[in-house]
DNA sequence: ACGAGCGCCTGTCGGC
DNA sequence: TGCCGACAGGCGCTCG
């Protein structure tokens, strides 16, 4: 579930914790200490080595969590702990006693009788424990909600590349917190073929495409984030696609049958009718 | 600088 | 039923 409302909503639920639904309720993260931990697939970490992670982390305690892009960042008392979910990373505060569900990659116990578990099916998440962030987060791009990231300097932005839009968007280094729902979502809301080319996007459309990302991440966010097999956190906003997943369906702004291509190995969803080539 | 291909993994689904 | 390929919300690495 990994892309910026979803790692969002994440990381929305770790900092202030969960009463609603008793079976999931937990605690805030913020303010409690790592007792210990332990590693149950190696590769997830990805520095330091796990040796030294263990002694590094005990005692530390959670201080704040955060995002950038599409990675989480928990800050520790000395260290910040950054985890990035990839295709189906996830992150749950259970009981201690609680049974141990299948792949979990990572497991921190707190206190209170908490423990924070990463799991993961596909092992493709990430986890580093690091003093400085910058060393995982450095070469992201801007962020899509941030103030400096005006319509004319996004509208530069694409004035420098002459890529596709579609693998630009996906390009972290170029904007951070896209994934291939959102952007195909957002590429139609802008009425934007997915192959244009960036450099040929006028500054007004440029603008468009700008708001469409905030929108649809706005929208995704609100929903919880999108909810795809079997991964389920409850969030809906796969109910609000408009081509994402629905190759030959109608169009629900036009009619027109949605197509799906391959872009830069990725499956790519669009209206034809409402996102003319050229 | 860029795109294509592949590796990393597990699971589901549709077709035969 | 069983097998097999395609496909999946990501990204880093090669190689042209």
């Known amino acids: 579930m990994p892309e910026l409302p979803e790692v969002e909503t994440i990381a929305n639920g770790l900092r202030l914790g969960c009463s609603a639904p008793a079976e999931a309720a937990h605690p805030a993260l913020p303010g409690l200490h790592i007792l210990s931990a332990r590693l149950l697939w190696e590769r997830t970490l990805a520095t330091p080595t796990p040796a030294e992670f263990y002694t590094r982390i005990a005692g530390q305690a959670f201080e704040s969590i955060g995002r950038r892009g599409k990675f989480l960042l928990a800050r520790l008392t000395q260290d910040t702990l950054i985890f990035h979910l990839r295709m189906s990373g996830d992150l749950l505060v259970e009981r201690l006693e609680a049974p141990m569900a299948p792949h979990h990659r990572l497991v921190l116990e707190l206190e209170g009788g908490w423990r924070l578990t990463f799991n993961d099916t596909r092992k493709f998440g990430r986890a580093w424990l690091v003093s400085d962030p910058e060393q995982v987060t450095g070469k992201l791009g801007p962020e899509p909600f941030s103030p400096a990231l005006s319509a004319p300097v996004f509208y530069q932005m694409l004035q420098r590349s002459r890529r596709q839009l579609k693998p630009l968007l996906l390009d972290q280094s170029f904007l ?52 795809i097999d079997w991964v389920y956190r409850g969030g809906d906003f796969q109910n609000q696609f408009y081509v994402y997943q629905r190759t030959g369906a109608p169009c629900k702004t036009c009619g027109t049958p949605i197509c799906r291509v391959v872009i830069g190995q990725r499956g790519t969803h669009f209206c034809p009718h409402c996102q003319p080539e050229g």
């Open 176 to 227: 951070a917190g896209l994934g291939n729902i959102y952007t195909d979502e957002a590429l139609h809301r802008a009425g934007l073929h997915p192959l244009r080319a960036a450099d040929s996007v006028p500054a007004d459309q440029a603008e468009a495409l700008l708001g469409a990302i905030r929108s649809v991440l706005q929208a995704g966010i609100q929903h919880h984030g999108a909810s």
